[in-house]
């Protein structure tokens, strides 16, 4: 099987002195990063433990994050991103349940590391390329090895694994569990290859392109970013932490040609009057994903990119970035949006979707019902977790042995195959992009607020997608919501953690008994006007 | 550069953070002018918009992030002083 980085071999070899990449105010040519990459590999394999396929990655948008992933990749290993942003608890908890025993560590994050070695058993290799003294880190944690820069500078040889075998992990990712533990999606060099191979099929993109890398390392957007570029030779503009927020003008000054987010980012840069006629001209293809694309922001965003042809992409993680699409058209794409949605389109050639009853019954079309997905793209599952695996990858009734993955997303298809998304089945939410299970967050408010009667809910919800939670309990009268808040924020991602926590005499029910979330939805509309 | 205005503008800025923006395990004391909102992870993109409109409505000028660097209205001090030093450069022009 390919390894991921072929393309980026490839490339290296016929555009070395081109720009690969661009981070951190830094500008390095596709020779500059394959020789870090190659180093890092040659280190990593000389220091590797058995029977580990995983490396982790904690770094952040500088070139250690890029040269790290490509080094992982290129020793043959997967990589497992690891961000500053989420709680040291949850991070620690992701290299257990990785069982990875090397990490490469960017300079940025350095304050993060030593959250995270604090009561971290297992002795690791730590590769910290631009740190040359760790005295500190060695007295303060002395069961772990230290590799410094001197040690990637020395390091003979760059090494490329051109192939693995084709179970081959290339990145594992963790998302939202509902139990209260995230679980790791393992995608495989096989998976991606069938992405990437799809997606330069359709798509012209060449060594002349600028791609965005706007999302962080930890969402799999950043995977079609890195590696769709890489594979044309063309160069990676990594926005800055503080540009994420109102990418306009970093778009306009590197005239990006490729851009791909999440919808929310149209959402603010039009609230701040920043998406006017013709403001991105240098753009030639934008991609959104992640969460439901309304009409008016797709509208806007062709508006804004003249030039620019705009696609719906939709896909979990378990699919690999993407797995169908919808290219708009200013003209009658309107007219084909679902209640003021753009629909999530066709899926991708040579992959396969159904959509079936709750029974597992296909439907016939224009009937709506649960997602499910099948191909190459799609991952064999959860790492180390057969339990959760089995749930989620299943046989439909009347098919042959395909095993489909269960989306939990409602979906309709018309007789054109278009597919319109309806909503969740479950109690999985996007907060700006992020996937989130309610229930998670459920199980850490239950710890921190000492009582069981407690749910959350998705607020507020602006244009089809939520920009936080809001929690409430009952049972506990004299809740400290700070302290109950700190405690969430000991464990959940800042996405994650409730913007309030609000308490009630009893939690409103429904005629079946159950929490009535809506009723606490009309509840904060309520307050609002 | 009106200093008083913009004094007034920062200690504005200032309490609406505090009132509205503020997490659950931030005291209101660490929040000073100089903190930068963003990686400090005092706020998101949607609580930044929510910041600059109210920047806006305190100094009735739009600010003008066509041509600002998103990390000078990250801290408030300065994005206090863009937002007053549009209205001066506008109004003088």
Known sequence: ?????GGFLKSS??????SALVVDGETLTYGDLRRKAGR?????????APNSPLVAILAYRSVTAYAGILGILAAGKGYVPLTPKFPAERTRRMMILSGCNQVIVGNECIPHLSELLEGFQQPLTVILPEIADATDLRRDFPIHRYLLSKDVQESKGSVFETTVSTQAIAYLLFTSGTTGEPKGVAVTHSNVRAYIDYMCSRCDLNEADRFSQHSDLSFDLSVHDIFLAW???ACLYCLPERAVLLPA?????????????VPSVISVLTKMKLLEPDTFPSLRYSFFCGEPLPTSYAQLWQNAGTHSIVENL??????????????????????????DICPI???FAGQR??????????LPRNQAGELFLAGSQVTGGYWNDPGKTGAKFVRLGSSDDTVWYRTGDLVKQDWSGCMYYLGRIDDQVKIRGYRAELQEIEAILRKACGTDQVVSVAWPVRDGSADGVVAFVSGQKALDEGKALKYCRTYLPGYMVPQRIYTLEALPLNLNGKVDRGGLVRLLEGART | MNRTQEDALIASVLNWIREHKLPGNHHGAEITEDIDLITDGLLDSMGLVDLLLFVEEQTGRPIDLKTVEPKDICVVKNLCRIALGNEISQSAA
């Open chain 1, 314 to 339: 939709y896909g979990p993680t378990e699919a690999t970035i993407a797995i169908s699409h919808y290219r708009w058209d200013r003209n009658h794409s309107p007219g084909e949006c679902l209640n």
């Open chain 1, 345 to 347: 389109g066709w899926t």
């Open chain 1, 231 to 233: 594979e044309r030779g």
């Open chain 1, 353 to 362: 979707s159904s959509i079936a009853n709750q029974e597992f019954n296909i």
């Open chain 1, 249 to 261: 003008k970093f778009i306009r000054d590197n005239a990006l040609t490729a851009w791909f987010s």
């Open chain 1, 40 to 48: 890092l590999a040659s280190l990593l394999l000389r220091t590797e």
């Open chain 1, 1 to 5: 099987m390919r390894n991921t980085v």
């Open chain 1, 13 to 18: 070899e016929r555009f070395a002195s081109r």
